[in-house]
C-alpha cells in the first residue's frame, strides 16, 4: 500500500462527538477503510477511545469499535521497541507517556503522518504530525 498514515485517538473522538472537524475526520476514515490508505492504530488509541464508551455505558459501542479497528486497521501493540521510543520522546518532550507512545508507534511503523487535532503536544515530539482538516484540505487523500 502506499500512504501510512498513524491516527491519535481525537480523529476517532471528533466523530463521536460531532466536533467541528468530524466531516475530515470522517473521509480519513472512510479512505482508510475503503483501503486507500493505510491506517496504524496504536494500542494506547484503542484503549483511550473505549474508555469514552465504557464510561457512557455504551457497551455494544465499544465491542462495534474494537471490531471494526481490527479489521480495517493495523493495530499496533506497545512491544518493547515502541516503549523505548516513547520513553525517549516523553524524556526529551515532558509528553504525557501516553501520547509518547502514539507518536512512537507512528516513528517505528514508518507512517508518513501522525493525525491528530492536538498539534502543539505532538509537534515537540518533531515527527510529521497534521491535522485532519489539513490532510483533508490539501488533497493528500
Not at 1 to 25: H, P, Q, R, Y
Not at 73 to 94: C, F, N, S
Not at 125 to 133: A, H
Amino acid at each position: 500500500m502506499g500512504l501510512k498514515v498513524c491516527l491519535d485517538s481525537n480523529v476517532f473522538i471528533s466523530i463521536k462527538n460531532k466536533e467541528g472537524n468530524a466531516a475530515d475526520c470522517t473521509k480519513i476514515l472512510d479512505a482508510i477503510e475503503q483501503g486507500k490508505i493505510d491506517g496504524v492504530v496504536s494500542s494506547i488509541v484503542l484503549a483511550e477511545v473505549e474508555v469514552g464508551y465504557y464510561m457512557n455505558k455504551e457497551y455494544s459501542d465499544a465491542e462495534a469499535f474494537v471490531t471494526k479497528i481490527i479489521s480495517d486497521y493495523t493495530l499496533v501493540p506497545v512491544p518493547e521497541d515502541i516503549a523505548v521510543e516513547g520513553a525517549k520522546i516523553r524524556a526529551m518532550t515532558g509528553m504525557r507517556l501516553p501520547d509518547a507512545l502514539i507518536s512512537a508507534t507512528a516513528q517505528v511503523t514508518r507512517s508518513d503522518f501522525l493525525i491528530t487535532t492536538d498539534i502543539p503536544v505532538f509537534k515537540k515530539s518533531s515527527y510529521k504530525v497534521i491535522t485532519p482538516t489539513d490532510f483533508s484540505a490539501n488533497n493528500i487523500l
